[in-house]
């Protein structure tokens, strides 16, 4: 595989050379696959703890410590994945991929990939939105690792191929099939100043409790899906239609302002532009908001306090 441990590497000191410049990338690949930091900072972990577990010959022996770290993180991710379908199945309510807060380390894919059409390209950001990661989570686990890091982090498919247990042709396949399946569900793109004009018409419209104004910003078919985990209220069903959002959300702010503290802030999440509720300065939920043209399609509620962690200490 190629190098990614970058240049003056010292052998004498692969292993902490490797931590310093690796373990971010690690940590981005990984919440992409596992859409959980609480879960991609696990595989790290176990990443790490496979190369100490080595012994020093065995680590010297690696030509190239960092494209180990990734084939090893990638293929406990594979793993993962396979038992998180049937941890899933036993979650209380809908299960949302773990929000993120504005990213102050999302990396730029890596370096020095071969050059492929740019058609086959997702973006960085896009490859954190929400809305992609749920896309993600309709996928097989092969699809989604040859998705992300063929299209994402621009590994070739020979490289995949190894990591996978499959033939390059074959994870080829995989990736194409995944990119049709984000090419099916992606809306005709709205500029991220359009996107922020939305959500903040959202949140004026819905702390005025205007139910007309919130039914505008929705599309007809509009769904909302919240989050709770089991650990705090959340609907157990997606909500359907604009006006069911639109009377939901308002007696969610009712409730709240006749019963608590809390305030409606503009904040980004997983890169474009949503809305945290925070309860005396505490993050209490983050909206993600899925938007076609000029109408909301989606609202993605995170209330799951476990999802909430990068919220509140970070």
Request: aromatic share 6%; charged share 25%.
């Amino acid at each position: 595989m190629t190098n990614h441990s970058g240049p003056g590497l010292d052998r004498s000191d692969a292993g902490l050379s490797a931590i310093i410049s690796e373990r971010r990338q690690l940590i981005n690949l990984a919440y992409r696959l596992l859409g959980s930091l609480a879960d991609a900072e696990d595989a790290v972990q176990e990443t790490y703890a496979r190369w100490y577990a080595m012994s020093r010959q065995q680590q010297d022996a690696i030509e190239s410590p960092g494209a180990w770290l990734t084939r090893v993180a990638s293929r406990i991710c594979l793993d993962l994945l396979g038992s998180a379908r049937a941890r899933r199945e036993r979650y209380v309510g809908e299960w949302i991929p773990e929000p993120l807060p504005e990213p102050t380390q999302w990396i730029n894919g890596r370096s020095g990939g071969a050059a492929t059409d740019p058609a086959d390209r997702i973006t960085l950001d896009e490859s954190v939105s929400m809305a992609f990661l749920v896309v993600l989570e309709s996928m097989t686990p092969a699809e989604r690792v040859a998705l992300i890091l063929h299209d994402v982090f621009r590994y070739s498919f020979a490289e995949i191929a190894e990591i996978v247990g499959r033939t390059s042709a074959a994870c080829r396949q995989l990736a194409s099939s995944a990119r049709r399946r984000i090419r099916a569900s992606r809306p005709p793109a709205t500029p991220t100043a359009r996107q922020a004009g939305l959500v903040r018409d959202f949140k004026q419209a819905w702390e005025a409790k205007d139910i007309d104004a919130l039914i505008g910003l929705l599309d007809p078919s509009a769904t909302a899906i919240g989050d709770g985990g089991g650990l705090v209220r959340a609907n157990p069903r997606p909500i359907e239609g604009a006006e069911q959002i639109a009377r939901f959300f308002v007696g969610l702010v009712s409730r709240a302002s006749a019963e608590l503290n809390v305030a409606i802030l503009e904040r980004t999440v997983n890169g474009q532009p949503g809305l945290v509720a925070q309860q005396d300065g505490r993050t209490v939920a983050v909206y993600a908001f899925g938007i076609a043209g000029d109408r909301i399609k989606r609202i993605w509620a995170v209330l799951n306090p476990e999802k909430l962690r990068p919220w509140i200490t970070g």
